[in-house]
């Protein structure tokens, strides 16, 4: 009987290469997150903080240097703001602002662009999409990720009278923000357990970032 080939050692070197990389991989995105917080926090607080009247300040507050103090005011600046937004007089306000915008060329493209992103970001449950799925797009045989939105009402469903439809929407990668919408009969319509987080992860990563799934055994394992 022929012994197989013992697998050629490893050198130092090669041991040390792998264990660097190994620990680049743990300390990397530590790193990285403290940086990118603490760099947030530092250029909210230096262009929040200066627009504050001093008086308006405690006392002992301008001679200190506490971080977080300028994010604490922007979060309750946009705490009113959305408040007051939800008024009668706050969406009269608004209305005419966006008006005002939308007569300005290049401002109207970056801000209903941003709109929009935000719209999708931070879209409240009762206006937000209800589950994540797969369509057969664009032909039979490949499998896109949708966003199922609600059964199909209206003059749609009136036309296409027969079988149940869903409307869903079909975002494009890297842009979630732009896409199609399709209305699908809801016997092709293939429902997925992840969350809309996970889809929309899928979708912008394209493919690279594989979100969390249950086992058999019930822990959670990355694909």
Request: positive net charge; contains cysteine; glycine residues 6%.
């Amino acid at each position: 009987m022929t012994t197989p080939p013992r697998p050629p050692r490893r050198g130092l070197f090669a041991g040390l290469r792998a264990s660097f990389l190994t620990g680049l991989v743990v300390v990397a995105p530590a790193v990285l997150t403290i940086w990118l917080i603490r760099a947030f926090v530092e250029f909210v607080d230096s262009r929040v903080v200066p627009l504050i009247p001093v008086r308006w300040l405690p006392e002992p507050l301008p001679t200190l240097n506490i971080p977080g103090v300028g994010v604490v005011i922007a979060l309750l600046f946009v705490l009113i703001v959305g408040w007051l937004a939800k008024g009668f007089i706050g969406r009269s306000l608004i209305n005419w602002a966006e008006d005002l915008v939308a007569r300005m060329p290049v401002v109207r493209s970056i801000y209903n662009a941003i709109k929009q992103l935000a719209e999708t970001v931070f879209a409240q449950s009762s206006t937000s999409f209800k589950r994540a799925c797969i369509v057969e797009y664009p032909r039979p045989g490949l499998w896109a990720v949708a966003f199922v939105s609600t059964e199909t009402k209206g003059e749609v469903a009136r036309k296409l009278d027969g079988e149940k439809l869903i409307s869903v929407f079909l975002p494009t990668t890297p842009n979630p923000t732009s896409g199609f919408l399709l209305f699908v009969p809801e016997k092709d319509v293939t429902y997925l357990d992840m969350s809309i987080e996970d889809a929309a992860k899928l979708i912008i990563s394209a493919g690279l970032v594989t979100p969390d799934s249950v086992g058999a055994n019930g822990r959670k394992t990355r694909s």
